[in-house]
């Protein structure tokens, strides 16, 4: 089996799960500015093809926007796929350092609050879901 074809399609059905959870992909830094300057709630899901963003994280982001109160805008980059992206976003991020998979929670612009890799790997779903949640009461208006 040639390995970049299995990574390709590893890397097309991570991103394929949580664009049709709802999530925008940005893949360029103008994008990211685009989106994270958005006036209201975004959601950031750094995604990653790691086992614990593809049984965790991405479950996680897909189930925890089914509530009463949800960011505004959900939107996503890819870690290790679209580096400029990613690294665009971080740079929103500040006080945090590099995590993947991870979500970032701003509003008008300024980073709020970050459910970061160690606050996923090793927890359940349902858990970061909690995580999740959680940030949204504090943040987020109802829908």
């Known amino acids: 089996m040639d390995f970049n074809l299995y990574m390709?399609?590893?890397?097309?059905?991570?991103?394929?799960?949580?664009?049709?959870?709802?999530y925008q992909e940005l893949t360029t830094p103008d994008e990211v500015d685009s989106a994270l300057n958005r006036k209201g709630t975004t959601l950031v899901m750094i995604n990653s093809v790691c086992g614990c963003a593809g049984g965790i994280a991405r479950p996680a982001a897909m189930h925890a926007i089914h509530y009463d109160k949800r960011p505004d805008h959900l939107v996503t980059v890819f870690a290790g796929q679209d580096r400029e992206a990613t690294d665009r976003a971080r740079?929103?991020?500040?006080?945090?350092?590099?995590?993947?998979?991870?979500?970032?929670?701003?509003?008008?612009?300024?980073?709020?609050?970050m459910v970061e890799r160690h606050d996923i790997e090793g927890f359940e779903p349902m858990e970061v879901i909690n995580k999740l949640q959680k940030s949204f009461d504090e943040y987020c208006e109802e829908v």
């Not at 390709?8 to 709802?22: F, L, W």
Request: hydrophobic share 30%; glycine share 8%; charged share 30%.
């Open 91 to 113: 740079e929103y991020f500040t006080g945090y350092p590099p995590s993947s998979p991870s979500f970032a929670l701003l509003k008008d612009g300024e980073i709020k609050t």
């Open 8 to 22: 390709e399609d590893v890397v097309t059905k991570a991103r394929n799960e949580i664009v049709d959870a709802g």
